[in-house]
């Protein structure tokens, strides 16, 4: 063939492709502008959030197994008729601070509870910004923060 006897392509028509290399997840709407913020919850990344919720949980969890204060290690008689007052292996909060101690348990229940769904939630590939995931996530927070200072508190037998 001679040179010049192809015909050139013709000129393209309508809006130019931008070409961006980020990668768009199901239900999640990339930023107009990476450094763009102002999408709040639901502008993140479904895997950070996946992330942080399984680290939630972890932590909801190990919190909850560990109790404030210990447990008595051994049994502990009453002075006036011998029998026993404090079993080895009970919480010591259990038994000086009732109310305290089931705060503690129900709060840390909750928080594992409510963790687990937020997890279960992003694995499907619920909407980020779903009530269901954003809720959950509040409540699990929320959890953490009620346990956390329980396990700061002494408790002794004085």
């Not at 051994?74 to 089931?102: C, E, K």
Request: glycine residues 8%; positive net charge; aromatic residues 8%.
């Amino acid at each position: 063939m001679e040179a010049g006897l192809i015909p050139p392509f013709p000129a393209a028509h309508g809006l130019p492709v931008h070409h961006h290399h980020q990668q768009q997840h199901l239900g999640v709407r990339a930023p107009a502008n990476r450094d763009d913020r102002s999408g709040g919850w639901a502008s993140n990344d479904p895997n950070t959030l996946l992330v942080v919720a399984t680290l939630l949980t972890a932590l909801a969890y190990l919190l909850g197994l560990s109790m404030p204060g210990g447990y008595w290690q051994q049994d502990i008689l009453s002075r006036a008729d011998g029998s026993v007052v404090y079993r080895a292996g009970d919480p010591i909060m259990r038994d000086l601070h009732r109310p305290r101690y089931w705060v503690f348990r129900a709060a840390s229940w909750v928080g594992v509870a409510s963790s687990m769904v937020m997890t279960l939630s992003l694995l499907v590939r619920m909407a980020v910004g779903s009530r269901h995931v954003v809720w959950s996530f509040a409540v699990a927070y929320s959890s953490a923060c009620t346990v956390a200072p329980c396990r700061g508190s002494s408790t002794s037998e004085s």
